[in-house]
């Protein structure tokens, strides 16, 4: 259940501090005004909060319609977070050390509260070990789906998980709420399980140098998702593997950079939270080592062929970048490109 999830996680936590933002800020732009700066004079990290509203869908899609099936989008419209560090307050303008990710609004209810996390945390040159051992059956059960896991790294800071090996698990790695943390030089073998590695809730995190040896490779790939924004996949290598994965929940601006995979079908989540990504998505020289796929559309508005009752209508990415596309002569639906 999507809302039990994020009633654990960073963008619905009822917090005690939040501050209106008063002043229009312009994505690229380091710094935001607010109504009372001193609440934040000694707080390191903090989460620029939007509001569920639908007077921002355009902003974030772009002037293109909606599936009907997507409940959330369709009722409640958008949310969007991102996690910065501040780098000094003067009078009530708070400035960051990184760009914001997004143009900034405050009629759309934007508002600023401190984020905790522990920073300088690091996982590494372990071989972690699971007991999965049947052929993978997707939401078979909890078994199949999340009885074998690895590493869960929540609220960090400038923390990583590097030179590790995970084998016989259902996923790797989660990454939640963070910000500039990394997961780089990882392999994952043994049988083949639900994911590989979970980027979500957070800014600015790295997955990269990653090598996918699984059976089959996993069932979805590197994944930005769930209010992700400004993350980066680098170097990902999982020939066999069924593709990227953006697993939906209004994520944003994601580049995934050098990534080899059979195809691009690994993507996942509710259809009721699609679509899988926002504006902002670009795919840098990827490599498709399956079949040729004849017009790829990244914004379907039509129920697929094969199974026309199903309410997953394919991949729904809103105008995507695509450059570099290599290995298989896949083509594309030129009017669902960015």
Request: aromatic content about 14%.
């Amino acid at each position: 259940d999507y809302d039990a999830f994020c009633s654990t996680n960073t963008s619905s936590r009822p917090y005690k501090t939040k501050v209106k933002i008063t002043s229009y800020a312009e994505e690229g732009s380091y710094a935001i005004e607010v109504e009372d700066a001193s609440k934040f004079k000694n707080q390191l990290y903090v989460i620029l909060v939007m509001p569920y509203n639908k007077e921002s869908m355009t902003d974030f899609l772009g002037d293109i319609p909606t599936r009907p099936q997507w409940g959330r989008l369709n009722s409640k419209g958008i949310t969007a977070n991102e996690i910065h560090k501040i780098k000094g307050i003067k009078g009530n303008k708070i400035y960051f050390e990184r760009p914001l990710l997004t143009d900034i609004k405050p009629q759309y209810g934007w508002y600023l509260a401190p984020h905790e996390v522990i920073s300088e945390c690091g996982f590494e040159d372990i071989h972690v070990v699971g007991n999965f051992q049947e052929k993978f059956d997707h939401h078979k059960n909890k078994i199949h789906d999340s009885g074998w896991k690895g590493v869960n790294m929540a609220h960090v800071a400038n923390s990583w998980i590097r030179r590790c090996v995970f084998s016989n698990v259902n996923s790797a790695v989660r990454v939640n709420g963070s910000i500039s943390s990394s997961v780089l030089m990882n392999v994952i073998d043994g049988k083949q399980g639900h994911g590989s590695v979970e980027m979500t809730f957070g800014t600015r995190n790295l997955t990269g140098l990653w090598l996918v040896r699984t059976d089959y490779g996993q069932w979805h790939g590197i994944d930005a998702s769930h209010m992700a924004a400004g993350n980066v996949a680098w170097r990902i290598y999982a020939p066999q593997g069924r593709g990227f994965d953006l697993h939906s929940g209004y994520t944003r601006a994601t580049l995934y950079d050098c990534y080899e995979a059979y195809n691009m079908t690994g993507n996942g989540g509710n259809y009721k939270v699609e679509p899988h990504h926002m504006k902002g998505f670009t795919l840098w020289n990827f490599k498709q080592t399956g079949p040729a796929v004849k017009e790829y559309d990244y914004w379907s508005m039509k129920p697929k062929k094969d199974n026309p009752k199903s309410f997953y209508w394919g991949f729904s990415v809103a105008q995507p970048v695509v450059v570099g596309f290599h290995g298989s002569e896949t083509t594309f639906v030129e009017s669902s490109m960015g």
